[in-house]
């Protein structure tokens, strides 16, 4: 168990649909990330957040967005979904200076 | 458990001995590389790192070398067991723009 904790596990939906994403990092880490995992595209770096803001973004579409709120936990919310953004969703935390990232069990989405 | 890259390449090995596993990075400007094991079902899981300014470092049963001439980063595990079956990614890391790039990720197999 790496400490950090995300939810749902499993989420299904239809397509032109909202979904919101849970991220809780590990006690006392301040920085969130979230990947998206796809089968044909690997591990994909979306964003990166320290502290509440917004520290880098990665290949993340404008369809999708997140925030950290002031308790550390992180929220991906996928907007408009297309059957492309059908993929595992990790969110993963580290403390400040810390290369090592612990991951979470990961969100599977999938959009029918 | 999940299936991650279906399309990967695989390495088989047999049990005992040992495991190469190879990454070729892209960005000249990356100063932190990374090893992570994914296991079925679950999230990346940190290996071990290595700074730019570094050649070769050592962890218990890994070895990560790196070759900044060729942009190449290897993973050597030493008497490789059967828990050690998963997909391994590299990935890099630019401090400057707190960017990570996940490489496509290699399996490995370890034979009985």
């Known amino acids: 168990d790496s400490g950090v904790t995300q939810t749902p596990k499993h989420l299904i939906t239809a397509t032109g649909q909202r979904v919101t994403l849970r991220c809780s990092p590990r006690?006392?880490?301040?920085?969130v990330y979230w990947y998206q995992q796809s089968l044909d595209q690997g591990l994909q770096f979306l964003i990166q957040?320290?502290?509440?803001?917004?520290?880098a973004k990665g290949n993340i579409l404008e369809r999708f967005s997140a925030q950290q709120f002031p308790d550390l936990h992180s929220e991906l919310n996928l907007s408009s979904l297309e059957l492309g953004d059908s993929a595992l969703y990790f969110c993963?935390?580290?403390?400040?200076?810390?290369?090592?990232?612990?991951f979470g069990p990961g969100t599977r989405l999938t959009v029918l | 458990g999940e299936s991650v890259g279906l399309h990967l390449p695989t390495l088989s090995v047999q049990e005992g001995d040992n495991s190469i596993i190879n990454c070729a990075y892209s960005?000249?400007?990356?100063?932190?590389f990374i090893w992570y094991k994914q296991e079925s079902g679950k999230g990346p899981q940190f290996i071990i790192d290595?700074?730019?300014?570094?050649d070769k470092r050592q962890g218990q049963r890994v070895t990560v070398l790196l070759n900044k001439t060729v942009k190449h980063l290897s993973l050597q595990i030493a008497a490789t067991q059967p828990g050690d079956s998963a997909v391994y990614f590299c990935?890099?890391?630019?401090?400057?723009?707190?960017?990570?790039?996940f490489g496509t990720g290699t399996r490995l197999k370890v034979l009985a």
């Open positions: 990935a890099e890391k630019n401090s400057g723009t707190y960017k990570y790039i």
């Open positions: 960005n000249s400007a990356s100063d932190y």
């Open positions: 993963a935390s580290s403390r400040e200076g810390n290369n090592e990232q612990f």
């Open positions: 006690s006392g880490d301040l920085s």
């Open positions: 290595i700074r730019s300014n570094m």
């Open positions: 957040y320290y502290n509440g803001e917004e520290r």
